[in-house]
Each structure stands twice: as C-alpha cells, then as structure tokens.
C-alpha cells in the first residue's frame, strides 16, 4: 500500500494559489484616473450640455460636437471596462469588445479630424492658447487624433501580444487627454509661461500621467516596460514637433488649405 495513502490530510500542502498580477490592477488604476480627469475636463459638457466657458455649444457646431462628444465618451468607458475584464480574467468578453473598440476608433479619427477643422473653420472668435491662434492651435486637435491613431494601430496589430497591445492602448488614451486636462481649471494653461509649456503645450500634464505610470509600474515589476517608455519618447517627441510646426509658415499654409 502506498504509505501516501495513509498520510493525514492536514499535512496535505495545498497548492500555491496563483498571485496576483499587479500589472492588470495598475492599468484599471489609471484608466480610472484618466475617466474621472475627462469627467471634470468636460463637466460642462456632460452636466449643462455648454462648451468649457459655460456658454451653450456653437450652433454651427453643436450637433458634431455632441456626436464627437458621445462617440469619445464611449471610448473612454470601454477603457475604464477592458482592464476591468482582465482584471476579472474575462478574456472572451473583453476580446469581443475589442472588435467593437476597433471600429469605434476609426469613427473617432474621422470625427475627431472632421472636429477640429470645422470648428476652426466655423467659429471666428479669437482665441489665443499658448501663444497659438486658432489656426495654430490646430495642430494640438488634429496632431492628438494622429498620435491615437498611431497607437491604437499598433495595438490592435499586437492584440494578441499584451506587452505591446496594453502600453500601446493606454498611451492611444493619453494622447487624447489634453482635450479634457486643459479643461480643468487647476490645469489650464499649466506651464504656459515656462519652458516645458513652450516645448509641450497642454499636452504637458498627459505626459505627466505616462511618466507617473511607468515610475508606478517600473517600482512594482522591478523593470522598465521598453514599450511604454518607447511610446513615451514618441509621444513627447511628436508633440514638441508639433508645437514647434505651428508657427511656422508651412502650417500657416496647411491650415489655410484645411479651413478654406
């Protein structure tokens, strides 16, 4: 008889249960932060139906405004749900919303691109933003959409890769979040009268909240995730050229073309 057989089940070690990955938790961390970031960037918006000076939406405007409004909204709870599913280990369901989360990003360059001409084009009141006119400011909209593009791009390429897909989804978010940032008051114009807002413009705290997450999540792995921080120097790269592109006659002309 095997003497196992006889051993008393209390000195019987269950298995290790599997620990916890700390990853899938900080992710659902800071989607949070950014829902909750474009929840006060937008509260006019969401509580009043007016754009962020409290004043109704423009009415050449106003309906592309609140479909671009819904359309970013919808993207944003999917992001709050998808880290929430693989926290839950519900692969299949956050799979099949992935598919619907594709096409919702095709429909978000379009509007967001058809958004940030035709408000340009159709409101004339003056505005100065960081030393940008209208016109120049354009660049900030139309150079955001590009850069989520971009990333949601590679992640649905690598969407069967999460050490790719996951960074490269999380930065497609970021690079949208200076719509909503520079919305709130305490962030508004942040940097403007300094040298990193020269260099980076609203998109400054944005970049703030990637380099947050990779200090959290390079604290926590005891390593540097090259993805996110690649996406980071991209990131930052693209839109300090962007900003510097602006100003210049080239963009003056590109914007001309656009709004015409």
Same mark, same amino acid.
């Given at each position: 008889?095997?003497?196992?057989?006889?051993?008393?089940?209390?000195?019987?070690?269950?298995?290790?249960?599997?620990r916890a990955n700390p990853?899938?938790?900080?992710?659902?961390?800071?989607?949070?932060?950014?829902?909750?970031?474009?929840?006060?960037?937008?509260?006019?918006?969401?509580?009043?139906?007016?754009?962020?000076?409290?004043?109704?939406?423009?009415?050449?405007?106003? #309906?592309? +405004? @609140?479909?671009? %409004?819904?359309?970013?909204?919808?993207? =944003? &709870?999917?992001? /709050?749900?998808?880290?929430?599913?693989?926290?839950?280990?519900?692969?299949?369901?956050?799979?099949?919303?992935?598919?619907?989360?594709?096409?919702?990003?095709?429909?978000?360059?379009?509007?967001?691109?058809?958004?940030?001409?035709?408000?340009?084009?159709?409101?004339? #009141?003056? +505005? @100065?933003?960081? %030393?940008?006119?209208?016109?120049?400011? =354009? &660049?900030?909209? /139309?150079?955001?959409?590009?850069?989520?593009?971009?990333?949601?791009?590679?992640?649905?390429?690598?969407?069967?890769?999460?050490?790719?897909?996951?960074?490269?989804?999380?930065?497609?978010?970021?690079?949208?979040?200076?719509?909503?940032?520079?919305?709130?008051?305490?962030?508004?114009?942040?940097?403007?009268?300094?040298?990193?807002?020269?260099?980076?413009?609203?998109? /400054?705290?944005?970049?703030?909240?990637?380099?947050?997450?990779l200090a959290t999540k390079?604290?926590?792995?005891?390593?540097?995730?090259?993805?996110?921080?690649?996406?980071?120097?991209?990131?930052?790269?693209?839109?300090?050229?962007?900003?510097?592109?602006?100003?210049?006659?080239?963009?003056?002309?590109?914007?001309?073309?656009?709004?015409?």
């Open positions: 008889m095997n003497s196992d057989a006889l051993r008393p089940l209390a000195n019987v070690r269950p298995a290790p249960a599997a990853e899938r938790f900080l992710y659902l961390g800071f989607s949070t932060l950014l829902f909750v970031l474009m929840l006060l960037g937008f509260r006019q918006f969401y509580l009043h139906g007016h754009a962020v000076s409290g004043q109704p939406l423009p009415p050449p405007v106003r #309906t592309l +405004l @609140i479909v671009h %409004g819904v359309a970013m909204t919808t993207w =944003m &709870v999917l992001f /709050l749900v998808q880290p929430l599913l693989i926290a839950s280990r519900n692969l299949r369901l956050h799979m099949s919303l992935g598919i619907f989360s594709a096409w919702l990003a095709a429909c978000l360059v379009v509007l967001g691109t058809w958004t940030a001409i035709a408000t340009t084009k159709m409101i004339h #009141t003056e +505005l @100065i933003r960081y %030393g940008l006119n209208r016109r120049q400011f =354009m &660049v900030v909209p /139309l150079g955001d959409i590009t850069a989520f593009a971009v990333f949601v791009g590679i992640g649905i390429w690598n969407r069967k890769r999460p050490k790719i897909h996951g960074p490269m989804m999380l930065w497609a978010t970021i690079a949208i979040m200076a719509a909503a940032t520079n919305r709130i008051p305490e962030f508004r114009g942040l940097g403007a009268s300094n040298l990193w807002g020269h260099v980076f413009g609203p998109h /400054l705290v944005p970049l703030a909240i990637g380099v947050l997450f390079s604290a926590l792995t005891r390593s540097v995730d090259r993805w996110f921080a690649g996406g980071l120097v991209g990131c930052a790269l693209f839109f300090a050229f962007g900003m510097h592109l602006a100003s210049t006659p080239a963009w003056a002309h590109f914007a001309a073309l656009l709004t015409s």
